[in-house]
């Protein structure tokens, strides 16, 4: 067998992590066009991740977030990002290094972005205290499928993780 001394695999990966931080960070300077939000799911204990011991004991394995209508202090670094939501009415600040992504989607276009979970190094991730609170509040999105009424809180996922099917976002 002949071994790939160029690593495209990595080189692709990198890529489309790529699109995600130039996506993020243009809602960041510009905020989101049209209908765009994002789904964004990370692993919760991957390195880097910090997340308060709350969410973290809340979400152990993995965590899904709604980048919509109601979110602050979007911040894109080169490894990863930041940004304040709301769980449960409580404010905090979550901080999600690009290597921890495990999927991205946004529903509104059609356009998921999928990552192996072995490209997701675990690692025991640092918390973080909850956020000052903001004007706007956000609702928390478990690792489940998008529904038309995903503003509303769910229930958070009690056990593994679930399967998302992208086929649903896809015209027919």
Known sequence: MVTDHI???V???????????KVLTDAASHGLPGEHHFFITFVSKAEGVKISPRLLAQYPEEMTVILQH???DLTVLEDRFEV????G?????LIVP??????????SVKFGLQF????VADAAPETLPAAPAPSAIAVPAPATEAADGA???TAPNQGGAEVVRLDRFRKK
């Open 116 to 119: 192996e979970t072995s490209d």
């Open 7 to 9: 690593r495209y695999d």
């Open 89 to 93: 009415g409580i404010p905090e600040r």
């Open 70 to 72: 109601q979110f602050w």
């Open 84 to 87: 304040g939501l709301s769980f």
């Open 98 to 107: 690009f290597s921890s992504i495990k999927s991205f989607l946004d529903p």
């Open 11 to 21: 080189l692709a990966r990198d890529a489309l992590r790529g699109v995600l931080r």
């Open 151 to 153: 503003d509303e809180p």
